[in-house]
């Protein structure tokens, strides 16, 4: 049985995630932080870890793109997950009662609307949206409500008082599923997510784009961030999605020469229908 590290909780989002990315059994290792998921892979705690990388409101997770740099991890796929967000209590709470609620705060920048139309609720940072509904229910937590899935306010048997409270009903998350370092090289995949470095000097980002655009490769996602170290300095994050694998393969072999350093974590198929799921072709 394949353990399988989440940040969070049973019933979280990151759960739903696991239960698309594996079919065969898995053991989940609930962790506090997402550093913590990444060294329990390193550490063999478990064998893989999945964790968000993307909201489609929130925006990139920053912290996992660099986590991802900083341990070597390397994507074995990629799933997304259909975000409902609801508002429960203990049974007996009405909803006029509430005046403070807990959530991850990537949860709660998805329900800004709830928040605006009602001054008089109080945000709550928790450490993850299902561990939020846990610990209101165990008696544990000071809050009077949690945001956070239907699958987790039914498995810690909370009442729901509003269902469908993000504030755009096409919200997804965008998980990866992640395996220890490994040395392999690129062989096989369409899409594949790497991170660049390039020179501070004028054109050097046009130069990366011109090569990766005279493959034909698309790039779906591009996120800099900043060095620790080397102030104005940049790492580029980028998804690229290439026609076939040979233009990827070329596409990464000459971007190794324009920049001053890339890091390839992993390389993978394109979607799978209504799955949105991809498995690396290297395992």
């Known amino acids: ?21 594996l079919s065969r059994e898995f053991d989940l290792v609930p962790c506090q932080t997402f550093t913590q998921t990444f060294e329990a892979v390193l550490s063999g705690a478990a064998e893989r870890a999945v964790l968000p990388v993307e909201n489609a409101l929130a925006g990139p997770v920053v912290e996992n793109l660099d986590l991802l740099w900083s341990t070597g991890l390397r994507i074995m796929g990629e799933t997304q997950v259909r975000v409902h967000l609801c508002l429960s209590a203990r049974p007996g709470v009405a909803f006029e009662e509430v005046r403070s609620v807990a959530s991850h705060p990537v949860a709660l920048k998805q329900c800004n609307s709830l928040f605006e139309e009602n001054p008089s609720l109080e945000s709550i940072v928790a450490y993850d949206t299902a561990g ?51 040395t392999t090289n690129v062989t096989g995949g369409v899409r594949a997510a790497a991170a660049v470095v390039i020179q501070n000097k004028p054109n050097s980002l046009h130069g990366v784009l011109r090569v990766i655009g005279n493959h034909g490769v698309d790039i779906t ?25 040979y233009a990827l393969r070329d596409c990464l072999a000459e971007l190794e020469k324009v920049t001053g350093e890339i890091r390839i974590f992993g390389t993978y198929s394109d979607y799978d229908g209504d799955a949105f799921i991809t498995k690396d072709l290297l395992s």
């Open 221 to 245: 996602q591009i996120v800099a961030r900043p060095i620790k170290g080397a102030p104005w300095q940049y790492r580029f994050y980028m998804e690229l999605k290439a026609p076939d694998v």
């Open 1 to 21: 049985m394949t353990r399988v590290a989440i940040q969070g909780e049973a019933g979280s989002f990151s759960h739903a995630a696991v239960e698309k990315l």
């Open 132 to 182: 939020g509904v846990k610990d209101m229910m165990l008696g544990t937590a000071t809050y009077d409500a949690a945001i956070a899935s239907p699958l987790a306010t039914q498995m810690y048997g909370a009442k729901v008082l509003l269902t469908d409270v993000e504030d755009d009903h096409q919200n997804y998350t965008r998980f990866f599923e992640l395996g220890a370092p490994d």
